[in-house]
């Protein structure tokens, strides 16, 4: 993965900070091929995100639902009025914390262990390495529909197995919510553990020797060693990890369908806007999950000082 | 530092069960695919009685087969683009001086974290005002979108190893820039466009959010859409893996 690439880092760093009055030929040339060859990824880019966001945000202050286009009107801000202060809109927002809490904390630790195996073992290295790219290339519905299968009261194994006799795992909010990070758990950590596996990388050994010869347990090599090196990584995979999973949707269409208070943030967007085809409070909710978004990022990156360019391969 | 053997006894033990944590779901899928008729309700993690009438079931109706051609057609087409876009830039970023470098990625990078589900409602409806909702193009085009950031930061990360004195030389024979790029760095790149083919096209392909708000029919339709729909479109038998309609397939009546 790109985490990887730090060493060239030096070569894409601009140079002069204030290009010199006269550019050469040859400079002005660069700069327009450069904005030239840039030039259809960005409008693209922006045109299917920044113009319907911006849109979004236009549709929010109308009262409209395509069943009666007629009685479209201006509302000003009470859209935003009426989700938040919705009790479903707080059910929904905790559902949504809940789920992203546990499964990136649950999915660090599992990721960091599998992390730490597959960079130390020897036997079966590339068997192992390969193996859990299953979970990470199959497609979230497909994933999804297994542990449905794999809970549901008719046709699952695991009540079987754990001798739970005729428990509907569906029926109420919170085991709902268990299948629903066993199998987000499950298709996720994969990325983590190969995120943490390329930052665990990068800790130099000479490091950990030298804590092992200085006759440090596993437990103070792990933590006082090897942890603090790879800091940067375990935080742009937290930042992903937390922002995937707080816009989690696939799952949750799959398995409960929002069923019994599992209603994530993302399900209320499509509910609203495609189901119901009220675009209007649709626009409010989009725009809501899309500032959480933004807060999340911004926590993470000012907050926690997570090095995004680490990912960029553009530190300097 | 000697690894000891008990420490090597103990990593050995953590990739079996890596490898029970990732084939587990999988052996539990295909058994499951092998279930036939009623078998599937046997509760049981293998099959009883096994046969391959699920796999003929699907292939000789037309839900499956055409939602496939849907999905492979799409995300083929949509990565196809989304490379041959970021090609340009990565060469750009890599190896170009010019201003605006940093807000491309930076743009790239906001793009990756974006929340897709917050455009589909606004694109939901400018896909119908335009004639492109439930068309091909209606899902190419973001997906060339959203696959972009990916492309461009695997591509840039590519060539940058790649010996630029090589199109150096290429310029110095009389070259163009977009000579040099075209016929000596292109060749040179071709694993990293793969890579980065590969990761494009698994985007497109696990899409579910636009697949599922931006079609209606099977005219557009991708696999996990189609998939997540086939409960509700098939009441009965024919596909037992996914025929049941289950209670909890309605939507929840609590409504802002």
């Not at chain 1, 601009?14 to 990824?41: C, I």
């Not at chain 1, 990136?104 to 597959?118: N, Y």
């Amino acid at each position: 993965m790109t985490v990887t690439r730090e060493p060239a880092a030096k070569k894409a760093a601009p140079r002069r900070k204030a290009p010199p009055l006269e550019l050469t030929d040859r400079a002005l040339h660069e700069r327009r091929l450069g904005w030239l060859l840039s030039a259809p990824a960005f409008v693209l880019m922006l045109a299917v995100t920044a113009y319907p966001m911006a849109n979004a945000v236009y549709l929010s202050t109308f009262s409209y639902r395509l069943t009666d286009p007629g009685g479209k009107e201006f509302v000003g801000l009470s859209n935003y009025l009426v989700v938040l202060t919705d009790a479903l809109w707080w059910e929904d927002v905790a559902t949504t914390a809940v789920i992203t809490l546990v499964t990136v904390s649950l999915e660090l630790v599992i990721g960091f262990t599998f992390a730490m195996v597959m960079h130390k073992i020897i036997f079966g290295r590339r068997t192992v390495r390969t193996s859990i790219l299953v979970p990470y290339g199959i497609i979230t519905v497909v994933s999804a529909f297994a542990w449905r299968y794999a809970f549901a009261l008719d046709s699952g194994f695991v009540n079987n197995w754990l001798g739970l006799g005729d428990f509907d795992w569906f029926g109420q909010r919170w085991s709902a919510l268990i299948t629903i990070c066993a199998s987000e758990i499950w298709k996720t950590t994969p990325f983590i553990a190969l995120l943490l596996l390329a930052g665990l990388a990068q800790v130099p050994d000479s490091l950990i020797e030298a804590a092992h010869v200085d006759g440090a347990t596993f437990r103070q090599r792990l933590f006082k060693v090897i942890i603090p090196n790879m800091k940067a990584a375990i935080m742009v995979a937290l930042l992903f990890r937390t922002l995937d999973a707080w816009r989690i949707f696939d799952n949750v269409f799959v398995m409960t369908a929002g069923a019994n208070g599992t209603e994530t943030l993302s399900f209320l967007t499509y509910r609203q806007s495609i189901t119901r085809v009220a675009l209007g409070i649709g626009s409010a909710v989009s725009v809501l999950l899309f500032l959480s978004v933004l807060l999340i990022a911004f926590v993470f990156i000012k907050g926690f000082k997570t090095d995004l360019g680490q990912v960029r391969g553009d530190r300097r | 530092m000697t690894t000891s053997r008990r420490a090597q006894v103990a990593w050995a033990a953590g990739a079996v069960l890596i490898l029970l944590y990732t084939l587990t779901p999988i052996a539990w899928m295909i058994s499951l695919s092998l279930k036939p008729g009623d078998d599937i309700y046997n509760k049981q993690f293998l099959p009883t009685d096994w046969s391959l009438e699920n796999y003929r079931t699907v292939f000789a109706t037309d839900l499956f087969t055409s939602a496939l051609r849907n999905s492979i057609g799409i995300s083929l087409l949509s990565t196809v683009f989304s490379v041959l876009i970021a090609m340009l830039v990565a060469y750009a970023i890599a190896r170009l001086d010019f201003p605006g470098k940093k807000l491309i990625l930076s743009v790239a990078l906001a793009i990756a974290m974006f929340p897709v589900i917050s455009l589909i409602g606004p694109l939901f409806d400018m896909w119908r005002a335009v004639g492109l909702f439930d068309t091909w193009l209606g899902l190419i085009i973001p997906y060339i979108s959203f696959t972009l950031p990916l492309s461009i930061w695997t591509l840039s990360a590519f060539f940058r190893e790649i010996p630029w004195e090589m199109e150096q030389a290429a310029q110095v024979d009389g070259a163009t820039p977009w000579q040099a790029f075209r016929r000596v760095i292109v060749p040179l790149a071709a694993p990293g466009v793969f890579t980065t083919a590969i990761i494009a096209f698994f985007a497109g392909w696990n899409d579910f959010v636009f697949g599922v708000s931006l079609t209606s029919t099977d005219a557009a339709r991708p696999v996990p859409a189609a998939l997540a729909f086939f409960t509700a479109r098939r009441s009965s038998s024919s596909r037992p893996r996914r025929s049941r309609r289950p209670p909890w397939s309605s939507p929840s009546p609590s409504s802002s």
